[in-house]
Every structure is written in structure tokens, then in C-alpha cells.
């Protein structure tokens, strides 16, 4: 027995779709077991609020002007408006269309019948509907592929406001550096005027040389220099800070000391758990999906296309005596036959962008464990070295007090108290800079792991919860 016509050209059209591409088999994640630097994950919770760790009341306040007025979060919210137009968009070609029409026209034509002008009013109004059965889920996966869009969307939305937050803590702690770098540079060039007056009031008693008069000169002059470039520091810091806050620039009020920010203690989780807590890996993850859903979809085109359509309404003229009622039903089945290899190419293409989805997927979690493990090596290594330069501080303090007491009583020269004080404004420096870059490294450690974020519902799905097959 041979089978039904039908039967067999939906076997033709299936063999010119070919097998499924499969997905690329480089481009799965292992994660690893445990962070390099901490000895053991926990599954503890970071807190969406987690710039507060900080105990600054400011740096609050900046971080909320951020993620209400900055200019990116912004146009990622409209990307997100965007794409669940689109979602919307693509859900309603799965419904019913319903189209109303209402005509009219006034013509003169030659009546056939018996040969003379006649002058009618035509006029009609009905309404149509038509619909597609979608038999092989070409629209409804184009749905999904809508669908995963928008989750991706929102997910990138997310780690705007994310980038964002850090960048304003970051950039909010870099301003309180600055800050105490100018205090130390202000302090130390008391110390210096008042070498400097000590030094002159030796120099006209005979108790110093000439020499030791133009050290101390010198030695004040190269610290001066040093406070101008610190304020214009400070000013362009402000500047930037105040674009991040989506503002012209303008002065920030401070909050508590550099050396008085808490240092939070920081909870890790896995490093598999990770790949749920990053919005930029889920962003990822719901493109691949996105890819792949609209690989099925590209495949579906091979496949018949039903189509019903039903239309009904009422004619009238003004040379017939009453109204008529009209209607029309149909349906179409439409499937292609020879397109010159079109579809074939078209599913070609959206293949390769599903691989190309896949691999950002895996580059995109790699560089998420890469950020971790470098911010938790910063958090881990940058509290050792302030331990040590806090140790060198007080060494150098006492050094200081030695060679100036030496000066003073005349056992040394004044070169053995500027190379002290030289050193120790250098600790102090180096001491800001190595605060500062821990409390940035936690910053970045908050960021690395997430901020707190937390997977979300938009139109029913959850990220992973569907993916590549």
C-alpha cells in the first residue's frame, strides 16, 4: 500500500531541513570545585544593599542618586521596554487577527443590460478574521525566542545597575583618598614650614650651615608642589562622580574618614552556585536561549503552513432595493517546494549564531570566575600588605623623632632628618593608597559575586529554566 500523498511530501520537507545541528561540544562550562583563595565556599547570601556594609552614610546616598538618575541604567531600562514590545509582538502572531473594513464609492458606469449611464452609490462593511494554526510551532518557538530575549534584557539591564553601584561606591572611596591624601601632604607641609623656620633661625645664630637652610627650602617647595596636584585631583574625581550620578559637576559632601570605613566581611559561595548569582551570566545564558529557540523556528519553515481566514459583513447600492449579507470562508495551505535553498541558508545562518551564543555563554562564565579569584587574591593580599605598612608607620614615626632630636642637639646633620621625614610621608602615602585599594577590592569582590542579585519571573519563565537541547 502506498502512502498518502501528503505523508510523503511532509517526508520531503523534513529530509531538505536535515538533522538538527547539535551544540558545540566547546563550549560547556566545568566550574571548579573551590575558589584557589578561600578555603571552603559557603552558601551564605550577599544583601541587595551591600553598599551599606560600609557604615557611610554618604556613600549610601550616592550610590541611590546613581542607580536613580545615571544615563546608562537608563537606556538599559528602555532596551527592556524594547524587547517586551517585541514579546508581545511575537505572542500575538499566535492569535487570531481581527480586521474590520468599511467602504464606500459613488462611480457611473454603463449599464450592459440596456446600453445607458448609470450612476450608483456602493457601499459595504464586514469583518474578517484570520488566523495560522502554527501546526509546527514555527511561530510559538519564535515566541519563545521573544521570551528569552526579554528575560535577557532584563538580565542586562541588571548588571548595568550593578556596574553602576560599584562604580559609585569605587568612585566615591577613590574621592576619599584623595582626600586623605591631601590631608597627609597639608600635614606634612606644616612639619616642613616649621623645619623650615627652625632651620632659618639656626642658620642666622651660626648653628647651621647654609646648606641645611637650603635642604629645608627645598624639601618645603617639593611638598608645596604636591598639594595643587591633589586638589586638581580631587576636582576631576568630583567631575566624574557627579556624570556617573547623571548631574553636572559639583562639590560632594563627605561622610566618614578613609581609615574609618568598615571593611565588610564579604560571604563566597561556590563557584557553581555562582552561575546563578551573576546577572551578566544569566543575560548570557537566555541568549543561547534565545539562539536556540529560534534555530527551531528557522527549521519549522520547512514545514507546511495552515492558514484559516473567515469574512462577513453587508453590501448595499442604491439600485438594488435592500442590503445583502456576504461572507467568505477559506483556508490556504502553503508549503515551500523549491526556494533555491533560501531556508537552508537561513537555518545555516541562525545555527551559527546559536554557537556563537554558546561560546559567549562559556567566555562570559569564565571571566566570572577570573574576577572572583583575582578580587578575592586583592581582598586577601592587599590586608597583608597594610598590615606591613602599618608596622613600617610606626618604625618610621620613631625614626623621624630620633633624627630630629639628633639635629636639634647637634649629633647629626639636618640630611638625616629630611631622609626620615621623606620615608614617612611616603609610608603615609603608600598607607592611603593601600586603604583605599581594599575597600575598592571588596567593592569588586561584591560586584564579582553578584551584588546580591537574584533571579527573576518576567512573562511566566525563570532563567534556566529552558536551554539549549
Known amino acids: 500500500m502506498r502512502p498518502p500523498l501528503p505523508v510523503c511530501g511532509l517526508v520531503l520537507l523534513v529530509a531538505c531541513a536535515g538533522p538538527r545541528p547539535p551544540s558545540p561540544p566547546g563550549a560547556a562550562v566545568a566550574p571548579p570545585q573551590a575558589w584557589r583563595n578561600v578555603p571552603a565556599g559557603s552558601s551564605a547570601e550577599i544583601s541587595a544593599d551591600w553598599w551599606r556594609a560600609f557604615d557611610d552614610p554618604v556613600l549610601t546616598q550616592i550610590v541611590q542618586a546613581a542607580l536613580a538618575n545615571n544615563t546608562d541604567v537608563a537606556i538599559a531600562a528602555a532596551r527592556v521596554a524594547e524587547a517586551r514590545g517585541q514579546f508581545h509582538l511575537a505572542r500575538a502572531q499566535g492569535l487570531p487577527n481581527v480586521q474590520g473594513v468599511l467602504q464606500g464609492e459613488r462611480e457611473r458606469d454603463v449599464n450592459p443590460g440596456f446600453g445607458f449611464a448609470e450612476n450608483q452609490t456602493v457601499g459595504e462593511g464586514d469583518v474578517s478574521i484570520s488566523y495560522d494554526l502554527d501546526l509546527f510551532g514555527r511561530l510559538a518557538k519564535a515566541r519563545e525566542a521573544a521570551r528569552a530575549n526579554l528575560l535577557a534584557s532584563q538580565a542586562a539591564h541588571d548588571n548595568v545597575r550593578l556596574a553602576v553601584t560599584a562604580s559609585a561606591a569605587s568612585g566615591y572611596i577613590t574621592l576619599r583618598a584623595l582626600d586623605a591624601r591631601l590631608a597627609v601632604l597639608q600635614a606634612t607641609l606644616d612639619d616642613r614650614a616649621a623645619a623650615l623656620k627652625i632651620a632659618r633661625r639656626r642658620a642666622s645664630a651660626g648653628y647651621a650651615s647654609a646648606l641645611d637652610l637650603a635642604q629645608a627650602e627645598a624639601d618645603y617647595q617639593a611638598t608645596l608642589?604636591?598639594?595643587?596636584?591633589?586638589?586638581?585631583?580631587?576636582?576631576?574625581?568630583?567631575?566624574?562622580?557627579?556624570?556617573?550620578?547623571?548631574?553636572s559637576p559639583r562639590t560632594f559632601e563627605r561622610g566618614v574618614d578613609l581609615a574609618a570605613m568598615a571593611l565588610p566581611t564579604i560571604p563566597t559561595s561556590l563557584p557553581s552556585v555562582l552561575l546563578r548569582r551573576r546577572p551578566d551570566i544569566a543575560a548570557a545564558e537566555q541568549q543561547l536561549v534565545a539562539a536556540d529557540r529560534s534555530l527551531d523556528s528557522a527549521r519549522a519553515a520547512f514545514m507546511p503552513d495552515v492558514q484559516l481566514s473567515a469574512s462577513g459583513g453587508r453590501a448595499g447600492s442604491n439600485i438594488i432595493p435592500r442590503s445583502v449579507w456576504v461572507f467568505a470562508l477559506g483556508g490556504g495551505l502553503f508549503a515551500p517546494i523549491f526556494d533555491s535553498g533560501r531556508l537552508k541558508a537561513q537555518q545555516e545562518s541562525v545555527a551559527a549564531r546559536r554557537d556563537q551564543a554558546a561560546f559567549a555563554y562559556r567566555k562570559s562564565a569564565l571571566i566570572a570566575f577570573r574576577e572572583v579569584e583575582d578580587a578575592l587574591a586583592s581582598v586577601q593580599r592587599l590586608q597583608q600588605q597594610e598590615a606591613a605598612l602599618d608596622a613600617q608607620h610606626a618604625v618610621l614615626v620613631h625614626t623621624v623623632t630620633l633624627a630630629t632630636n639628633r639635629y636639634r642637639a647637634g649629633y647629626s646633620p639636618y640630611l638625616?632628618?629630611?631622609?626620615?621625614?621623606?620615608?614617612?610621608?611616603?609610608?603615609?602615602l603608600s598607607r592611603v593608597q593601600s586603604r583605599a585599594e581594599r575597600l575598592n577590592a571588596a567593592v569588586t569582590l561584591f560586584e564579582a559575586l553578584g551584588g546580591g542579585w537574584r533571579n527573576w519571573e518576567v512573562a511566566g519563565a525563570t532563567p534556566g529554566s529552558a536551554g539549549p537541547r
Open 225 to 247: 608642589q604636591l598639594v595643587p596636584a591633589a586638589q586638581l585631583a580631587i576636582a576631576r574625581q568630583e567631575d566624574g562622580l557627579s556624570l556617573l550620578l547623571g548631574e
Open 416 to 428: 638625616d632628618q629630611l631622609d626620615a621625614q621623606r620615608g614617612l610621608l611616603a609610608v603615609d
